[in-house]
Nanobody
Framework: QGQLVESGGESVQAGGSLRLSCVASLYSPGTYCWGWFRQAPGKEREWVGN????????DRVNAKSDRFTISQDNSKRTLYLQINELKPEDSGRYYCGLGGGNCFRLSSYKDWGQGTQVTVSS
């Protein structure tokens, strides 16, 4: 499967915006769930949104909230997560994953990056 590296997390004020990136060094031929998850301290990792590897349109992109926008650049093997109107509850470590099956389920993902930290202060 793939190696994933996330970046873009930082400490921001509530109301601001961030764009996170996930670069996949490689992935096997085929279509896989390519998703973003968030994990706050003491909580389970939760689905934020997903696309699919190699996808060229936004038709099958899913996101938890209208404040989250998933996009990708297939030529760069990069998945993006734009978060607008940041809230303190958006704080956590954001992980990028690759997997198959039900893209909303944590158990569907087999490869993960190291995550990138987002901290939103009020």
């Amino acid at each position: 499967q793939g190696q994933l590296v996330e970046s873009g997390g930082e400490s921001v004020q509530a109301g601001g915006s961030l764009r996170l990136s996930c670069v996949a060094s490689l992935y096997s031929p085929g279509t896989y769930c390519w998703g973003w998850f968030r994990q706050a301290p003491g909580k389970e990792r939760e689905w934020v949104g997903n696309s699919f590897t190699g996808q060229s349109s936004a038709d099958r992109v899913n996101a938890k909230s209208d404040r989250f926008t998933i996009s990708q650049d297939n030529s760069k093997r990069t998945l993006y997560l734009q978060i607008n109107e940041l809230k303190p509850e958006d704080s956590g470590r954001y992980y990028c994953g690759l997997g198959g099956g039900n893209c909303f389920r944590l158990s569907s993902y087999k490869d993960w990056g190291q995550g990138t930290q987002v901290t939103v202060s009020s």
